[in-house]
């Protein structure tokens, strides 16, 4: 019966994390899909419908110039912010999988930084402002260009989301009084504890010595 317990609270524990890592891949798929959607419908409305855009003449420095320049600056900041979020993400795993408490609580709460997240919206709202800004001489065109860049921008916003909170991904996996624990006082009462231990071994060693 102890058996049975065992296994069917592993089953449990493995189909919920089976889906929670599924519905972290189905919103890795689909909301950049909604995002790409809804800035076509922005481009058709505000744009080609109305005729705003640029002159053709000018497609030239806003693509070649101020497009390839920011998408330049926005890959630097993505190439530095992706492996930060993924070695945190490794290292609360990896906490997990070891049953290191210390470890899981000193970079559970770990964000990136709201200036990041400011920097990466300006720098690829401006890039689908100039996608949308051009002159597309078939709407097919322009539907795939905006539609496609978004999705991939989108994509890369999802997937940051993920990776900069995965306490929800990892939830399941997680047990739940670290998930409330408060950094502070566990590593306060940690640092007391060290201190006692280290005061009853020095005192035992003086007994010894007399």
């Known amino acids: 019966m102890i ?15 089976d889906g929670a890592e599924m519905r972290a891949i189905f919103g890795l ?10 800035m076509v419908v922005i481009w058709y ?11 053709r003449e000018d497609e030239v420095p806003l693509t070649a ?6 998408a330049f600056y926005f890959g630097v900041t993505l190439a530095y912010v992706y492996p930060k979020t993924w070695e945190r993400t490794e290292v609360l795993t990896r906490a997990i999988r070891r049953n290191d408490m210390a470890r899981f609580l000193e970079r559970r709460d770990d ?3 709201l200036p990041i997240h400011v920097i990466l919206f300006t720098l690829s709202g401006s890039v689908m402002f100039i996608l949308m800004f051009l002159c597309y001489q078939a709407t097919l065109s322009g539907i795939a260009t905006v539609g496609i860049v978004a ?25 739940q009084h670290w998930l409330v624990a408060d950094p502070q006082a566990y590593f306060k009462n ?21």
Not at 29 to 38: F, G, H, N, R, T
Not at 157 to 167: D, V
Not at 191 to 208: F, G, I, N, Q, Y
Request: aromatic share 6%; charged share 20%.
């Open 151 to 175: 999705y991939v921008i989108a994509t890369f916003w999802k997937a940051g989301r993920i990776f900069g909170n995965p306490i929800p991904l990892l939830k399941c996996q997680t047990p």
């Open 190 to 210: 940690t640092k007391e504890e060290t201190a006692r231990a280290l005061k009853l071994v020095e005192e035992r060693s003086r007994a010894k010595a007399k």
């Open 65 to 70: 110039g101020a497009a390839a320049s920011i």
């Open 29 to 38: 798929l689909l909301q950049p899909v909604l995002a790409s959607a809804a």
């Open 111 to 113: 964000r990136i930084p």
């Open 3 to 17: 058996l049975g317990t065992i296994l069917g609270t592993k089953l449990t524990r493995t189909i919920e994390d």
């Open 45 to 55: 409305v505000l744009f080609r419908h109305t005729g705003f855009h640029a002159p």
